[in-house]
């Protein structure tokens, strides 16, 4: 069967410090990989998408950055957060419809 | 559409009704939706899906009804439990399959 791992679960940083966040996923192969930021109590907002190795589409053109190295690793970056990056992470999976992992809850302090 | 900057607007049911929850989605491109439950801390779980070529489907206690002409798209719980009490959130894909695009979400409360 098919799992998503996202970590960490939870995560404080200053400003101004570096973020990776990654995301796994196995039983499957090729997948469409996600990461969407949510504020509390707010929708899910698509930051990037990869529908292959190496191919990152950016809807949010801001501080952050993705990689896909590997075919089902998925790389959340960022060289400096910014106190607006603080949120909830979630990464997700898709073949048909869409797995997310538990979700890393981030605060910028 | 992708309305994350809105506070979510809330539905509260009474335990046994039924309830319904909207959506109005952004693009006539759009060609698979997908409805989400999310508990809170948690990450969104599938609840059903629907592709463009249907106007309904149905699952346990749930339905989905898709109206192409108006873009929206509805939820339908049957028998609400306080188990349901949850965000929605309705998901439109498009971009040949890649771009998956979450709408506003509604917080569902079910008053016992």
């Known amino acids: 069967s098919q799992t998503i791992h996202q970590w960490p679960a939870t995560l404080v940083q200053p400003v101004g410090s570096p973020l990776s966040l990654e995301c796994t996923v196995e039983g499957t192969s090729n997948p469409n990989l996600y990461w969407y930021r949510q504020a509390a109590g707010r929708g899910l907002q698509l930051l990037f998408y990869s529908v292959g190795i190496g191919q990152i589409s950016s809807e949010v053109p801001q501080n952050l950055s993705a990689s896909r190295p590997q075919d089902r690793q998925f790389i959340l970056s960022s060289k400096k957060l910014l106190l607006s990056d603080s949120g909830f992470y979630l990464c997700?999976?898709?073949?048909?419809?869409?797995?997310f992992g538990q979700g890393t809850r981030l605060t910028v302090v | 559409g992708e309305s994350v900057g809105l506070h979510l607007p809330t539905l509260s049911v009474q335990e046994g009704d039924n309830s319904i929850i909207n959506c109005a989605y952004s693009n006539s491109a759009s060609d698979y939706f997908i409805w989400y439950k999310q508990e809170s801390g948690k990450g969104p779980q599938f609840i059903i899906d629907i592709r463009s070529n249907m106007d309904k489907r149905q699952g346990q206690r749930v339905t989905v009804l898709l109206n192409k002409t108006v873009k929206h798209l509805s939820l339908q719980i049957a028998a609400t439990q306080p188990g349901d009490s949850a965000v929605y959130f309705c998901?439109?894909?498009?971009?040949?399959?890649?771009?998956?695009?979450f709408g506003q979400g509604t917080e569902l409360s079910v008053k016992p």
């Open positions: 998901a439109e894909l498009y971009n040949q399959g890649g771009k998956l695009i």
């Open positions: 997700a999976w898709r073949k048909g419809q869409a797995f």
